[in-house]
């Protein structure tokens, strides 16, 4: 196909057979990058019955450069024949049964027909006007055509034969045979050469080599054989004994024979075509990218002018036929890729509408809401407001606002969707801002009982409250700090609840502790009577880490009970606890001896008696003291068993 549109003009010629050279083997040849002997050559075949055999371009066909013409156009072509006449023929280019009406082409005709074009992007191509094909590798036999031509224009000179049979001279330049002597004949380079040695026996005689090449290394003779391939045009799938005879004449070739081995040049030879089918596969992506955007280009440009045009109901038949007016149409390879590229584009103006509409949906909700927001905030519509009650309360003059009226993109069940979902989101906000409300509200309370707590504690540190204090012995000491005003705020009966709460929570403390270290001291076997009055707390907790160094589970819980001082340690209430003990205990015994004492006075002793009353005071003094003891100890065994 030609990328500029339509299909290639065929500029193949039907040349008669006695036009043909005798040892051509054509018609044995591919269709299609095979090989063929070409009608010219060095040496052509003495015409017959003196007609000198010439081709000739046909007047009415384009140049390699000028490319096929649109599909519209016509092409004449003319063959000049042996008694002089011209046979005319007009021939469309996309027909190849108006080139070969009423015969079959031969396998030499199909070579022939492939041409070179160019597209507009500058990228070669070629087309088969026999065969409909075209394709972007260049052809072996039109590979093998020019590098002949090249080299029978490189060495066209007119050469003197001489005919065997009636010894006759005539002269030849390998393409044109004449009986008469050309004008510009070199008479140095005469050869005279028998019509055997002229007929098919005779062997074309190698060019001498003019040029000495020399390279530096093989790898620079490797890149110049590379680009004698690339100079020749050597496709990538041309096998070895093809691009020998096409190349094998340059002089460039001989030059890389002597520097380069066989198995060095079919390596190069490899590696250039590998790398040239690379750049052909990518030209032929790029140039269909090309194409692909040049189609789609001319489908944005025609449809939109097409009367009765639908991206929803028109198929690709109904509008082919406007589509292929353009060259841009045959760009494309084939058929089917050009209906899905119709589809597609199809399928993305549709696409494009439904955005269009939802964009333009989305700017009348957005100016809706704006109008209802605006009442909002003068507050004509709450999150209590009904679509009825809102719509009769609005004038007549802000009706017909443009953002609230009926419109094509929103209808009257649209405006009260919009409405109720903004209605809805005035709830949610609501909701939220009470939510908001009542969760500082709970913050706030938390924050009031916790500094409540805080005070209730602050009086047991001081020793204000104990874990046997009721709420009416402490109610008139409590209700002086504002931490109680604010707890009575929330509940009247918070500040005692709290309170009753604090204290019993404490008093299960204690009494697991106080139960505790009274197993400790009374399994102990130290004195009991050891804890007076005047005992210290170190010197109790000293007491007790020592009765619990026995074990070290004892002594971690004892430490422990120690060292805990919310709100009050246990042991420091239970060493508390036992000095007011032994402290009553001290004032009972001082109460016992001021009794004794009294009942003494009035007695008179006499001065015999003085003797012996002095050894009953020892002894009473003794009694008295034997009593004391024995107080102090009941006093802290019932101590003990009170604990226990």
């Not at 696409?351 to 605006?374: C, G, I, M, P």
């Not at 003990?581 to 003085?610: F, H, K, T, V, W």
């Amino acid at each position: 196909h030609n990328p500029r549109g339509g299909m290639g003009p065929p500029l193949g010629q039907n040349i008669p057979p006695q036009f043909q050279q005798r040892n051509s083997h054509a018609s044995t040849s591919k269709l299609q990058g095979g090989s063929h002997a070409s009608i010219g050559g060095p040496n052509p075949s003495f015409p017959a019955n003196g007609v000198v055999r010439q081709r000739q371009r046909p007047p009415g066909a384009p140049s390699y450069a000028s490319g096929p013409s649109f599909p519209n156009a016509s092409v004449t072509t003319s063959i000049t024949i042996p008694n002089g006449s011209q046979q005319n023929s007009a021939v469309h280019p996309g027909s190849s049964s108006a080139l070969f009406e009423g015969s079959k082409p031969t396998a030499q005709q199909v070579d022939d027909a492939w041409k070179e074009y160019t597209a507009p992007n500058g990228m070669k191509y070629y087309h088969n006007a026999i065969l409909k094909e075209s394709t972007y590798t260049k052809p072996i036999t039109l590979t093998k055509k020019q590098t002949m031509d090249s080299q029978a224009s490189m060495k066209r000179k007119w050469q003197e034969y001489e005919d065997a049979t009636s010894g006759k001279k005539y002269y030849s330049d390998g393409v044109t045979t004449t009986w008469e002597k050309p004008d510009d004949f070199d008479a140095d380079s005469k050869e005279n050469v028998s019509d055997e040695e002229h007929d098919g026996s005779f062997k074309r005689r190698e060019p001498k080599m003019s040029m000495e090449t020399s390279f530096s290394s093989k790898s620079e003779a490797i890149a110049a054989f590379k680009g004698l391939l690339l100079a020749k045009g050597i496709a990538p799938n041309v096998k070895w004994g093809e691009v020998v005879k096409i190349v094998s004449s340059d002089t460039r070739w001989a030059a890389c024979e002597d520097v380069l081995t066989l198995g060095e040049r079919r390596q190069a030879l490899a590696e250039y075509q590998t790398k040239r089918a690379n750049e052909l596969k990518n030209l032929e992506r790029k140039e269909r990218i090309r194409a692909k955007d040049a189609f789609g280009q001319l489908l944005a440009d025609t449809l939109p002018t097409i009367t009765g045009f639908s991206v929803f109901s028109s198929r690709f038949s109904d509008v082919r036929s406007v589509l292929a007016k353009d060259d841009r149409f045959h760009a494309v390879a084939t058929e089917e890729m050009r209906e899905t590229l119709f589809l597609d584009f199809c399928e993305e103006l549709r696409k494009r509408d439904e955005r269009k509409k939802r964009n333009k949906r989305r700017e009348t909700h957005d100016a809706f809401v704006s109008f209802l927001r605006e009442h909002e905030e003068a507050g004509n519509l709450t999150f209590a407001s009904t679509w009825d009650s809102f719509f009769s309360s609005l004038d007549v003059d802000v009706v017909k606002d443009s953002r609230f009226d009926v419109s094509a993109t929103m209808s009257d069940s649209d405006r009260q969707l919009y409405f109720a979902d903004f209605v809805i989101e005035l709830q949610s906000a609501q909701d939220e801002k009470r939510r908001r409300i009542r969760d500082a509200r709970r913050r706030a309370e938390k924050a009031q009982r916790d500094a409540y707590r805080e005070f209730l504690q602050k009086l047991a540190a001081e020793r204000k409250i104990s874990p046997s204090t009721r709420w009416r012995s402490i109610e008139e000491l409590v209700s002086m700090d504002q931490a109680f005003n604010l707890v009575e705020a929330q509940d009247r009966d918070s500040p005692r609840s709290l309170f009753e709460e604090f204290v019993g929570e404490w008093d299960d403390t204690y009494h697991h502790d106080r139960s505790f270290l009274s197993r400790l001291i009374h399994s102990s076997q130290k004195k009991e009577s050891d804890i007076k009055s005047d005992t210290t707390f170190e010197e109790f907790t000293k007491l007790l880490l020592e009765l619990a160094s026995e074990s070290q589970e004892l002594y971690a819980d004892t430490r422990q009970i120690i060292n805990t001082e919310e709100p009050v340690s246990s042991a420091l209430l239970y060493y508390d606890e036992l000095i007011s003990r032994a402290s009553d205990l001290s004032r009972r015994i001082l109460q016992q001896r001021q009794d004794d004492s009294s009942e003494d006075e009035g007695e008179i002793i006499e001065d015999s008696e003085m003797g012996d009353e002095e050894s009953k005071g020892d002894t009473g003094k003794t009694k008295r003291d034997h009593v004391d003891t024995t107080t102090t100890n009941e006093l802290v065994s019932e101590i003990a068993t009170t604990s226990e």
